[in-house]
């Protein structure tokens, strides 16, 4: 598909032809991995922290003991497995659902996009010269003593007119010299197209994902019957641990976890490939937060303050009515004021004791 320029001084747009995106694994179509690939994260991640719980790696860092988790805890580690298989088996219907509503992802027509933002920077620059008239400025003029030492610079002081920039383009006409992007345009470009937009659209999936899982969280403990038919379930987890993270009422996984990620997928136009990644992303980032230790090396415990020492404290008795914000930032507890202040050492200090007064002896 060929493209015409938006004006006779700005490059052409190159022409392009789009083709499905190929696989990214050659042994698993890309419909099957977005329905594995996160739980087969979920569980990786999982059993990690579930050997080094078992084995006790790194007691210093742990939040509770091994004593807590057999003394506090309501529901068996069958129990939880098996309600996380349900959730599981939920979200891969969910998956599948927005799998067939997208188109396959198309490649080919990288380059032209990056032109048209090249195009974006080029036509930016053509206000320069008035900004700087504003400030009393002759851009004309300064552009001009600075041709032969920077031309680049004088080019974009001229509101970007890059004469010495150009190429020979063979067309139905003959042979015509057309003008090319400053490479420090094509880069900005790319910075635009491959990393900022990307960017963008995640950080706002998260956003919103964190926005509807405050307040649909908070409303499953304000509201009574909320709590007690859907949200108890997942709180009878008082010391949390990595495979436990999706243990919930199958009504409050669809509503909370499932349709909240799926809508942030949709609201922020993510690719398909772009919501791979940031559907397992966000899978590992929820087990990370549920794992009970907090390690000072695990990138997700550092990226922000939403980390398994901050969710543990909700899932205590003390803290039930603070630190509702998940899976990745702490904005609506902090704007709120549903963020947990003061000490905790003393309290859990308390329920180790306890629990470890409560320990059956060895037979």
């Keep these: 598909m060929a493209n015409a320029t938006f004006a006779s001084d700005l490059p052409p747009l190159p022409a392009y032809e789009l083709r499905p995106m190929p696989d990214l694994l050659p042994f698993i179509s890309d419909f099957w991995l977005s329905l594995l690939l996160p739980h087969f994260a979920y569980w990786v991640v999982s059993m990690i922290f579930h050997v080094i719980d078992t ?188 495979y436990g993270a999706l243990y919930n009422h199958p009504v409050e996984g669809f509503v909370l976890d499932t349709l909240g990620a799926g809508i942030a997928y949709k609201v922020s136009f993510l690719s398909p490939r772009l919501g791979l990644w940031f559907f397992v992303g966000s899978m590992m980032k929820t087990v990370d937060d549920h794992c009970g230790y907090a390690l000072p090396w695990d990138p997700l415990q550092r990226i922000t303050s939403n980390n398994a020492a901050y969710h543990d404290i909700h899932h205590q008795s003390w803290g039930i009515k603070t630190n509702y914000s998940q899976p990745f930032f702490t904005m609506w507890d902090r704007l709120l004021g549903t963020m947990w202040k003061g000490d905790t050492s003393g309290k859990y200090e308390r329920t180790r004791t306890a629990a470890a007064s409560k320990k059956k002896p060895k037979a």
């Excluded at 490649?107 to 990056?114: A, R, S, T």
């Excluded at 680049?152 to 020979?168: C, K, N, S, W």
């Excluded at 019957?225 to 987890?237: E, I």
Aim: proline share 4%; with cysteine.
């Design 55 to 242: 084995y006790d790696l790194f007691p210093q860092y742990r939040l509770h003991t091994p004593a807590e988790i057999t003394q506090r805890n309501l529901a068996s580690r069958w129990q939880v497995a098996r309600d996380v298989v349900i959730e599981q088996i939920i979200q891969i219907g969910m998956s599948t659902t927005l799998s067939l509503t997208e188109q396959r992802q198309q490649i080919g027509m990288e380059d032209y996009d990056v032109a048209v933002w090249a195009t974006r920077v080029r036509l930016a620059q053509r206000a320069l010269p008035s900004i700087l008239g504003v400030l009393g400025l002759n851009a004309a003029t300064i552009s001009k003593n600075m041709a032969a030492s920077h031309p680049l610079l004088a080019g974009v002081l001229a509101g970007g007119h890059y004469p010495f920039l150009m190429t020979e383009l063979d067309g139905a006409t003959g042979t015509q010299h057309v003008p090319v992007f400053a490479t420090w345009e094509l880069l900005v470009a790319k910075a635009v197209y491959w990393l900022i937009i990307p960017s963008i659209q995640l950080w706002f999936a998260a956003c919103f994902l964190d926005t509807w899982q405050y307040f649909w969280h908070r409303a499953m403990h304000v509201n009574k019957w909320m709590y007690t038919h859907w949200h108890a379930r997942h709180h009878r987890l008082y010391v949390p641990y990595a």
